[in-house]
């Protein structure tokens, strides 16, 4: 499964987009595709329009919920990765990611790969 972060997904709304093509790489090689309520959040906070809300829902399975469970790990991971401001939903999205197993599709990269360290895989 491949988690979206929210960066990767808007981008992947535009059409013609490098998102937009690896999207469709994706889906015709059979990929399954999540995306944490975290993340959903910051997507559904907009602007979008009403299309791409209703491309993006049925893409996307059931969203991942943010669990107690995720709370300790998302904490742990701010905590030993530097405590950086701004870096608190990123850590939120990697647990969930985590949690189930998933890789992560983002643009910002560099925000997600020093959770490499505890096991997230990127895509």
């Known amino acids: ?50 299309s791409a809300l209703a491309i993006a829902d049925e893409l996307i399975g059931p969203r991942a919920d943010f669990t107690a469970r995720d709370a300790t790990v998302a904490a742990r991971l701010f905590n030993e990765s530097g405590r950086r ?20 599709a983002t643009v910002n990269v560099k925000d997600f790969r020093r959770f490499e360290a505890f096991g997230l895989r990127l895509v």
């Open 85 to 104: 401001r701004g870096s608190l939903l990123d850590c939120m999205i990697a647990a969930t990611a985590l949690a189930e197993g998933a890789q992560v």
């Open 1 to 50: 499964m491949i988690h979206l972060d929210t960066s990767f997904l808007i981008r992947a709304l535009d059409s013609g987009s490098p998102q937009d093509r690896q999207l469709r790489n994706w889906v015709a090689s059979g990929a399954t595709f999540g995306m944490s309520a975290v993340a959903w959040t910051e997507f559904l906070c907009g602007p979008l329009h009403p």
